[in-house]
């Protein structure tokens, strides 16, 4: 596990990397001083690298911890772990076929009921409002439109 670890953070710095290589030419801030197309990605780069740095912190740190400690992969929280990536998976599906709006709103309440809540209005009411914040703070606050059906293009 220890080995994967290590990968990971390798993994992560190099993601970073070729963000930062990719939005080179990009421009940080325009003449008015407003974020420009390179603001968000290397904001990202910085944070794969500082994540991948922290894997590896994480690695030295636990590897006493850890001798002689096997993993089981087949056990409950693994197994909703694996349920997730597929949801996860299927809701990028979904994205592109219904739009953000009609994805999110089904994907929420499925995370929620996958992680212990059980109670229906509480599920109904967190997604809307949870799906209602993102799409006031993209689309009229940060000015940036969310994905849309494939159909209604």
């Known amino acids: 596990m220890r080995k994967l670890n290590i990968l990971v953070g390798l993994l992560s710095v190099l993601l970073g990397g070729a963000i930062m290589y990719l939005s080179r030419e990009m421009s940080m801030f325009d003449q008015f001083g407003v974020p420009g197309e ?4 290397y ?6 690298i500082g994540l991948g740095v922290l894997q590896w912190i994480e690695v030295a740190v636990q590897r006493v911890k850890t001798a002689g400690v096997s993993v089981d992969l ?21 994205l592109n076929y219904t739009g953000f709006i009609v994805a999110s709103l089904l994907l929420s309440p499925v995370v929620m009921w996958m992680m212990g809540e059980r109670r229906a209005w509480f599920l109904a009411l967190i997604s809307v409002v949870i799906v209602a914040t993102i799409y ?14 494939e159909f209604l293009e």
Not at 43 to 48: D, E, N, T, V, Y
Not at 80 to 92: C, K, P, S
Not at 136 to 149: G, H
Request: avoid cysteine; charge should be positive.
């Open 38 to 41: 390179r603001f968000w990605p």
């Open 43 to 48: 904001g990202l780069a910085w944070l794969f």
């Open 74 to 94: 087949t056990s409950l929280p693994v197994r909703r772990a694996y349920v997730l990536a597929i949801v996860m998976v299927l809701y990028g599906v979904l």
């Open 136 to 149: 006031v703070s993209f689309t009229l606050i940060f000015n940036s439109p969310l994905p849309v059906s």
